[in-house]
Every structure is written in C-alpha cells, then in structure tokens.
C-alpha cells in the first residue's frame, strides 16, 4: 500500500522564478493537503482540496494556487518567489467523510536564492 | 480561532528515563488533538490522535497522551525513552465532529533529545 508520495525531493530557485510541486495521495485517499514548514518552525497549513476545488485555505497569499486531478493528485504552484519561501512543502492526505487523520508524504525542500 | 502551545522547544532526557512533552491547546470548538512525530529530513508520522473517545490515548511506540479539558492540555508521555525516540515532536488541533479531516494548527514543536 503506497502511502503519500511528493517530487521532487529537493529543488533550488532564484527569487521571482516558479516553481511547481507534486503531490500523490496515500491509496484510497480523495483529499489533499498542503502545508509550509520554515526552519525550526511547525507546518502551516496552505490549502486542501476535495473534488478538484479548494475547500479550505489558509493565510497565504495568492501566489500560492493549486490543482487538484482527476486522479486526486494535486500540485501546489508558487509565483513569483522570494527568499522567505524556502522551506519544506509537506502534502497531507485524507479521504473525506473518513477518519481524521491526514497522513504525509516525506515533502520537497525548496530553497529559494 | 485555533492555536496550540508546546512549552520547551528543547527536552533533554536519559535513556530509560520517562518523557514528558507537554502540549497546551485552545479551541473554540471541540477539538480533535494529534501527536506527530518528525525525524531529520523525514515528513511527520502519526504517534496518536484524540477524537472525543477515551480520553487516554496510547499510540505507537508506547507513547499515549492524556485529554484533559479542564487544563486545555494533551501532554505526550513515554514510560521510558529510547536512543531512538530522538526526534522531533509535534502537536496539532483541528476542528472536530467536521465530518472529515479539517485544516492542521501545529505547534512550534518540541526537539527531544536522549542521552546515555
């Protein structure tokens, strides 16, 4: 049973460039969420999605969007980075109307120079 | 709103000796509490959950944790730690009796070290 997968595992930018990251959920699962975690900080929740719709979203800004497929994979886009977006991007799965638990992948560290 | 407060960004115990972590929360609606568990360059791992049923939860590991509402509290206790239960700890809040698996409010997180 493949649980939450995430690619890639590591990636470097420059500032003002995009960058896309993957996310594939655990089997059975429907819903995904994302999540940024900054060095020595705890994750912060960025947005789930549930039937290929944003269903909640937390405070960032709108240059973080995503997408969700009709396979329930998802990618979480980001624009115009800065510095302040180097991070560990954490992808959470759940099947909706199930148990409570969101299950994650190992994440994609992104560094942004 | 909801938020969770881990006091002591650092816990230091011997091997054998018990581990305590402790967890505050608050929440304007009956929460749901989670206990993850990250290892270095890993994602999180699930060590417990409490839903609104036993109020002493065990989970992997031999770790449980305790729901108390009067202190707002969800402390992670072990009996006796392991070199191996180096990592670091993590406790959450979601909004419960959603229906599914709602948003995540993490604390900023506990680093658990052991000695010998």
């Known amino acids: 049973d493949a649980g939450v997968t995430q690619s890639p595992t590591h990636l470097i930018k420059t500032r003002g460039q995009q960058v896309t990251l993957r996310c594939s959920p655990k089997?059975?699962?429907?819903?995904v969420s994302w999540y940024q975690q900054a060095l020595g900080q705890g994750p912060q929740f960025i947005f789930q999605y549930y039937e290929e719709e944003e269903r909640q979203r937390g405070n960032f800004p709108d240059r973080f969007s995503g997408h969700q497929f009709p396979n329930y994979s998802s990618e979480l886009n980001v624009n115009a980075l800065w510095l302040g977006d180097s991070a560990l991007y954490l992808c959470?799965?759940?099947?909706?109307?199930?148990?409570?638990?969101?299950?994650f992948g190992p994440g994609t560290r992104l560094l942004v120079l | 709103a909801q938020s969770v407060t881990q006091l002591g960004s650092h816990v230091s115990v011997s091997e054998g000796a018990l581990v305590l972590l402790r967890c505050n929360y608050s929440s304007s609606v009956p929460p749901y509490l989670f206990w993850y568990v990250q290892y270095p360059n890993q994602g999180l791992q699930l060590l417990l959950k409490?839903?609104?049923?036993?109020?002493l939860v065990k989970g992997i590991n031999d770790f449980e944790a305790e729901f108390k509402k009067s202190e707002t509290s969800f402390h992670l206790t072990k009996p006796s730690a392991h070199m191996s239960d180096a990592a670091e700890y993590f406790c959450?809040?979601?909004?419960?009796?959603?229906?599914?698996?709602?948003?995540?409010?993490f604390g900023t997180g506990t680093r658990l070290q052991v000695t010998l």
């Open positions: 089997s059975g699962h429907d819903t």
């Open positions: 959450a809040v979601s909004e419960g009796d959603t229906g599914t698996a709602s948003k995540l409010t």
């Open positions: 409490y839903t609104s049923a036993a109020t």
């Open positions: 959470a799965s759940s099947f909706f109307g199930g148990e409570e638990t969101q299950y």
